[in-house]
């Protein structure tokens, strides 16, 4: 059966019969995506220790690997998908869910501590960023990317240092990756950051709900109005909420969320989506260089 | 007292040449619209605001049929709105009819389309619910489904999707003509809107809706793609 949600990771994905029992296995036979499929199961391993209400994390049962192929076994989850989910949640199951998303947040926020994250992380990124997209045959000769990509340059190089709770993160906290059942909602495909940073997670949600990222990806017809009240709806939760707690929220959300598109962008290869990202960067810009534009 | 706005804005190619439905007559020669609000209880209503598009006013000189049904129906509140321009959506209508007319207050939206009858129609945010195993007919595609709690609280609305067994059977209500209006021009540039997303967008935001029971519906929608 075809999944509708479409990953990038370029694992295979199967569902074995094991006695009466559904499993997942998630394998790759690239030797480079080796370590960091296994780094992405112990990630999993970890987040499942934890206890987060109506979160929960898929038990693994076997990382299994050698230096060429890896294969993570993990519980099946019958579930919807975040698009069937919204287009039939109550107003009551939303609520549950951004309950959900804060309280998750807030315990990756009590796991982690307060550090200092020096301001080449950052640059650096930016540099990388602006290496591939000028290596980028979709890229390199649209001037408005470059554009961009040298505007974006100026706002990171201005960040600074960054004060923020490093520790822990899911790493790719899309709705692409939460899979829903009732009113639980399972968390999948934990990813390396190149800042563990809880923050980052917030701004991996608030890619789908205040720029619908996810949606892009799905191939059936869906109510885009309804799904686009419901995101409306989580991402001024989540925004007021962690505004009102976290100076570090406020301060470093819009930069590390232009860097989130960023590094999309430098991937981009779909006219479609690349034409889509350049005008949600564009904004980003316009509102961090003029936050009344918000 | 609450103001019933009957919005009767929708344009289509065929009604170049052909009468829209709601402006036809019955058996009894009262107006399908003007029917459509018959089984409602008046004495808790204080305006009515038919609202029709010019084009179809110039075209089939409604206004004037509109009057004479109002007098053969003793509607003595009842008015016409003509609108310039279409619009792209029922709840731009009704947006346009509370602002042209300054209305306030608790707003009644009654779809001209379908009939039912109600004792009474409480002033709060409510939508009108029929059970789909009351009809000897269904056209599920056409209808948007209201999912209610134990204690008869609207949970959920949603467009198209047989989630409930209770269908929106064409009638709402909403405590504060303003409000509608501020959610509607929150939601104005989605498309195709319907009244079911302000009303979902209202619950997201925990304004209370209560189901509002009624008897004797009929839809005319069906009625006339069966013939």
Redesign the interface.
Known sequence: MKLDIQGHSGCDIVIVHNDNELRIHKSTHDPNYVPRLINQANKQIEASKREYQNIRIPFIFEVEHTDRDATIKMEYIYSKNFIEYFENAGFEQIKYLIGAIKYFIDLEINASTIQTVPSCVLTDKMADVARKVSKNKHLQDDEKALELVELSKQVMNSVGDMVMPVGTCHGDLTFSNILFNGNNYYLIDFLDSFIESPLLDIVKIRQDTAYLWSTLMYGKPFDKVRLSIVSEKIDKAIDEYFSAKYEWYRKYYMPLQLMNFLRILQYGHEEKVITYLKQVIEGQLSIINNPKNA | MMTLIVPIAADHSDYVKKLPQPFRFDDEGTMFCVKAITGLPMEEIKDIYFVILRDHEERFMLSEQLAMQFRKHNLKNAHVTILDHHTSSQAETVACAIRMNGIKGIVFVKDADCYFSTDEILPQNGVAIYALENLPIVDPQHKSYV?VDDMFYV??I????V?SHFFSAGGYCFEDADEFCDYFDR?KD?????LS?II??M????RIFRPIEIDNYQDWSVAVKLV
């Not at chain 2, 989605?190 to 319907?194: A, G």
């Not at chain 2, 619950?203 to 925990?206: E, G, H, M, N, S």
């Open positions: 999912a949970t959920n949603i467009e198209k999707r989630v939601l989605y498309s195709p809107l319907y997303h979902y967008a619950l997201l935001d925990k």
